[in-house]
């Protein structure tokens, strides 16, 4: 059974600094993998898709990475800005459509 | 029209209620999921359709029934349910199985 798990649970950072959110996934039979953010009480919006194939993605401040063999993802957000403050969710489709806990994040103007 | 609507947004009704959920989509998608989320907690997938035919059923109580009467209308139907099934109800939408799923708002339904 495909588990996920996000590192860390919650980070507070100042304006402009770079950062980098990390998952894990334990199957590495992986269709492809998702990064969302979720605004508190809202839907999620998708920021981007990395498929099994691929090693990287980037949309503006955001890249993502995926190291399918070692079961890894990381997300990293360039000159964090208040606005990106939200939860981080990785979601991970193989047999199932799977997410992590989510890394809730602050950035501090 | 990037867009997936829900409606109601919040919805409270009792344990001998019947009332329904309604996810649209106008994107062209052929795939679309009905996830729960508990409050603090990320959220869970219930059911997708794919081509308007039930895909994935993750093993959820028939006190929820799903409906997909065409491409770009799903909905979910409550019976009897429990005031644990209290919880943001989110519908999401796809290309396929397998592609960037787009979510919307979400109902926030109460059981009392």
Sequence with gaps: KQ????????LSV????????NCSFTDSAIYNLQWFRQDPGKGLTSLLLI??????????RLNAS????????????????????ATYLCAVEGQ?????????????P | ???????PKHLVMGMTNKKSLKCEQHMGHRA????????????????VYSYEKLSINESVPSRFSPECPNSSLLNLHLHALQPEDSALYLCASSRGESYEQY????TRLTVT
């Excluded at chain 1, 100042?14 to 959110?21: I, K, S």
């Excluded at chain 2, 990320?42 to 059911?47: G, H, I, K, N």
């Design chain 1, 96 to 108: 199932n459509f799977v997410f992590g806990p989510g890394t809730r994040l602050s950035v501090l």
């Design chain 1, 14 to 21: 100042p304006e402009g600094e770079n950062l980098v959110l």
């Design chain 2, 32 to 47: 679309m999921y009905w996830y729960k989320q508990k409050a603090k907690k990320p959220p869970e997938l219930m059911f």
């Design chain 1, 66 to 85: 995926l190291d399918k063999s070692s079961g890894r993802s990381t997300l990293y957000i360039a000159a964090s800005q208040p606005g990106d403050s």
């Design chain 1, 51 to 60: 498929q099994s194939s691929q090693r990287e993605q980037t949309s503006g």
């Design chain 2, 1 to 7: 029209d990037t867009e997936v609507t829900q409606t």
């Design chain 2, 103 to 106: 979510f919307g708002p979400g």
């Design chain 1, 3 to 10: 588990e996920v798990t996000q590192i860390p649970a919650a």
